[in-house]
């Protein structure tokens, strides 16, 4: 298996702009996380899904951050309209049932100017 | 919203044995202790993780306390590439995970 598969490895942009990053799950694992990890708060937990269903978005900063999972090998992270402070690398990560091992891709790195 | 404390630092000597502390006082009775490590620039990577007996695989062993309240990851023979931050994690009934700071292992030659 490939991994969890994330696009694109880098994203530079410009503040006011909308943002999609993508995820890949591992092929049969049923639960898919999105992380952001910075400097100043490390790695931080966004939203998870569980079979395609969000299930906690707390971690979610604000109304310009969202995700879906639209079906079992698929989901994105949307910042519209993105904002410098909005810089970090995204993670993606899927495990294949509850409390059980997560699997990170190699992440987004992603530059609002 | 961390559960564990870690050592934000530590040395160890190429070929010997690591040692990684960390306390989870608070760890409920059905959580499980989860231990990652992330080497500069990629996605962290699972290590080992156990509820209640110690548990050994080909890449480390974890060492959990009777009372669950602490647990030291070892790295039998640590090298170069072992240098990374490892993460111990408490993990709730739907894997929500909470990475705190974790500690820096620098492995020297």
């Given amino acids: 298996d490939a991994g969890v ?25 049923n639960s898919l996380f ?7 708060r490390g790695l ?29 090998s698929f989901s994105t992270l949307k910042i519209q309209p993105s904002e410098p402070r909005d810089s970090a690398v995204y993670f993606c990560a899927s495990s294949p049932a509850n409390r059980d091992i997560q699997y990170f891709g190699a992440g987004t790195r992603l530059s609002v100017l | 919203d961390a559960k564990t404390t870690q050592p934000p630092s530590m040395d160890c000597a190429e070929g010997r044995a690591a040692n990684l502390p960390c306390n989870h006082s608070t760890i409920s009775g059905n959580e499980y202790v989860y231990w990652y490590r992330q ?44 240098t990374a931050v ?17 500690t820096k292992l620098n492995v020297k030659p």
Avoid at chain 1, 34 to 40: A, C, K, L, S, V
């Fill in chain 1, 5 to 29: 598969i994330q696009s694109p490895r880098h994203e530079v942009t410009e503040m006011g702009q909308e943002v999609t990053l993508r995820c890949k799950p591992i092929s049969g694992h």
């Fill in chain 1, 34 to 40: 999105w992380y952001r990890q910075t400097m100043m």
């Fill in chain 1, 44 to 72: 931080e937990l966004l939203i998870y899904f569980n079979n395609n269903v969000p299930i906690d978005d707390s971690g979610m900063p604000e109304d310009r951050f969202s995700a879906k999972m639209p079906n079992a």
């Fill in chain 2, 39 to 82: 080497i500069h620039s990629q996605g962290p990577q699972y290590i080992i993780h156990g509820l209640k007996n110690n548990e050994t695989n080909e890449m480390a062993s974890l060492i959990i306390t009777e009372d669950r309240k602490s647990s030291t990851l070892i790295l039998p023979h640590a090298t170069l590439r072992d």
């Fill in chain 2, 86 to 102: 490892y993460y111990c994690i408490v993990g709730d009934n739907f894997n929500k995970f909470y990475f705190g700071s974790g």
